[in-house]
């Protein structure tokens, strides 16, 4: 389970840039309240979250619709929480738009399309919450993976998720076109 710290003042984005670096293993993100929300992530999960990240840079790579994003980034959604997600995309236009000083620090907007990899420290309800603020931030998709389960859950603004259970493969688009990601090889533990 995520721990959640609530601090007598709001921790800076260099203070949490600092922690993350300070702590491998671990990500820290910053809820629109304040509080620091720390979550560790077990070499299950990061291998979890690897292989996502892995199909989604080579979607991209071959389409060239945007630019990917590891877990260690993080972005100032508009409600004021700094999130990270376990993967992210946004669309090329986007990334053109931003000058090359904005393109080194937090990102200031959220990503269009966001993945959550569930880790034994986290529960499903924890990142369904995460789903909701991303997509209230403008995310266009979010994508809820459980190896535990081995459920899919895909959220889009306006609409009841979509669940999947035990799925070969989930297609995401139109949000991320032609993009399909494979199942075995993340479940594959």
Known sequence: MAILLDLLRRVTDEELRLLSER??????????????????????????SAEVL?????????????????????????????????????????????????????????PDAVFEVRSSSQTPQELREKMQIY??????????????????????????PEKHENPERVALGPELVGFELELAPVFAG
């Not at 991209?60 to 100032?76: E, K, L, P, Y």
Request: proline residues 6%.
């Open 135 to 160: 997509l209230r931030n403008g995310a266009r998709i979010g994508v809820l993976i459980d190896p535990y389960t081995r459920t899919v859950e895909v959220y889009r603004s306006g609409r009841e």
């Open 23 to 48: 702590n491998p293993g671990y990500q820290f993100e910053r809820t629109a309240d304040g509080r620091v929300v720390v979550s560790p992530t077990g070499m299950e999960g990061g291998r979890c």
């Open 54 to 110: 892995r199909q989604l840079g080579d979607w991209n790579r071959r389409t060239g619709a945007g630019v990917v994003f590891d877990s260690s980034t993080g972005f100032h959604l508009p409600d004021g929480s700094l999130l990270s997600p376990d993967a992210s995309w946004i669309r090329r236009e986007r990334w053109e738009r931003l000058g090359p000083e904005e393109r080194e620090g937090f990102g200031s907007f959220c």
